[in-house]
């Protein structure tokens, strides 16, 4: 709920004095809500998946300004591979509630991809504060969890999430065979 109603105040704030921009966010949002009602268990092209996690770094842009930045090298990875619906998204999400929007200078998320012979890697790596060491809030590993359980339910073995932590990063690696 804290990303629906940053969300909504995000867009009222822009209504007066940008409103191109609160329009933007508005069709960006319905686009979010979207892909949350439509069928979660089934498969999209990563391309998709891309385009909502976009939708969704742009809100919060609006919302944080100069305070958060993306690093994108994803062009590496087939963008008609198959991946779950909104699995990439609640990861994103967390590197921003659970990191960058701690630290008052704000910070960059890095979204690294690669394929491995016929397996997709997917890390994202954001950066720490003390009160995000110290806070860990339970949404954050119920995210992870239930993209744990999907790609395992969907690939076996062979789909998995992987967590490394330091005191300055969080760094999360999904991998899943690459199916299109």
Request: aromatic fraction near 6%; charge should be negative.
């Amino acid at each position: 709920p804290h990303f629906l109603f940053n969300s909504l105040n995000t867009i009222a704030s822009l209504t007066r004095t940008q409103p191109e921009l609160a329009e933007e966010a508005t069709i960006d949002l319905a686009d979010l809500f979207r892909g949350t009602l439509s069928e979660s268990n089934r498969e999209h092209r990563l391309q998709e998946e891309w385009e909502l996690c976009r939708r969704y770094l742009h809100i919060e842009k609006l919302r944080m300004g100069e305070r958060l930045n993306i690093d994108w090298h994803i062009d590496a990875l087939p963008k008609d591979a198959l991946i779950p619906q909104l699995t990439l998204q609640p990861l994103l999400e967390n590197a921003i509630y659970h990191g960058v929007e701690h630290l008052p200078e704000g910070g960059t998320i890095q979204i690294n991809g690669e394929m491995l012979k016929d397996i997709i890697s997917i890390t994202i790596t954001n950066p720490l504060s003390e009160h995000s060491r110290s806070q860990q809030r339970v949404s954050n590993k119920m995210a992870q969890e239930n993209v744990t359980l999907r790609l395992a339910a969907l690939y076996g073995p062979q789909g998995k999430l992987t967590i490394d932590e330091s005191d300055q990063e969080y760094r999360l690696n999904i991998r899943f065979p690459y199916t299109r």
